[in-house]
T-cell receptor, first 116, second 115 residues
Framework: GNSVTQMEGPVTLSEEAFLTINCTYT??????LFWYVQYPGEGLQLLLKATKADDKGSNKGFEATYRKETTSFHLEKGSVQVSDSAVYFC???????????????FGQGTILTVHP | DADVTQTPRNRITKTGKRIMLECSQT?????MYWYRQDPGLGLRLIYYSFDVKDINKGEISDGYSVSRQAQAKFSLSLESAIPNQTALYFC??????????????FGPGTRLTVL
């Protein structure tokens, strides 16, 4: 079955530090990969996505590259801000024969806290 | 206005009570989902529906039921609530037909506490 493993948290950084949150996966078919972000008291929002190998998703200064050879989709940001404090979820959805199974598989989430 | 709305946003109930959580969407998507979120476990799928006549169990459907009243409405029921159903519940929608590659869009969540 499908699974997603994220690095253990919580992660605490100072403002302007470099961020990496590791994510690896196992999947059947040809998965699309996602990072979702959950700000305090809110629902999940799509941060970025990649649909095929070597694609790079990017948004709000965050980036992640779909690495099929290492089955990874690590999230990076060069300079974090206090406003980036949130929970980050890596997720995948797998396709086979052009059909989506429709089921997102999530990692356990990584809590990020950024201090001024 | 939000594209995916959930009611209520917070609910406290007692063991054995029946409770319904409602989800509405204005995105025009065919697919709808219910997830629960527990600390350290990420989100787990309870039920999903690809259209009004198609409803499927997810990985943790025991103790839950759903109703897809219309394309835009998908309700989750707990027939007899128990304390380990205390969690944050999310509704989501998606539409494979677009170029979103089945990206899911989430509601704000319902925090349910079962005493």
């Amino acid at each position: 079955g499908n699974s997603v493993t994220q690095m253990e948290g919580p992660v605490t950084l100072s403002e302007e530090a470099f961020l990496t949150i590791n994510c690896t996966y196992t999947a059947t078919g040809y998965p699309s990969l996602f990072w979702y972000v959950q700000y305090p008291g809110e629902g999940l929002q799509l941060l970025l996505k990649a649909t095929k190998a070597d694609d790079k998703g990017s948004n709000k200064g965050f980036e992640a590259t779909y690495r099929k050879e290492t089955t990874s989709f690590h999230l990076e940001k060069g300079s974090v801000q206090v406003s980036d404090s949130a929970v980050y979820f890596c997720a995948l959805i797998s396709f086979a024969g052009g059909t989506s199974y429709g089921k997102l598989t999530f990692g356990q989430g990584t809590i990020l806290t950024v201090h001024p | 206005d939000a594209d995916v709305t959930q009611t209520p946003r917070n609910r406290i109930t007692k063991t054995g009570k029946r409770i319904m959580l409602e989800c509405s969407q204005t995105k025009g998507h065919d697919r709808m989902y219910w997830y629960r979120q527990d600390p350290g476990l990420g989100l787990r799928l309870i039920y999903y529906s690809f259209d009004v006549k198609d409803i499927n169990k997810g990985e943790i459907s025991d103790g839950y039921s759903v109703s897809r009243q219309a394309q835009a409405k998908f309700s989750l029921s707990l027939e007899s609530a128990i304390p380990n159903q205390t969690a944050l519940y999310f509704c989501a929608t998606s539409d494979l037909g677009r170029e979103d590659t089945d990206t899911q869009y989430f509601g704000p969540g319902t925090r349910l506490t079962v005493l």
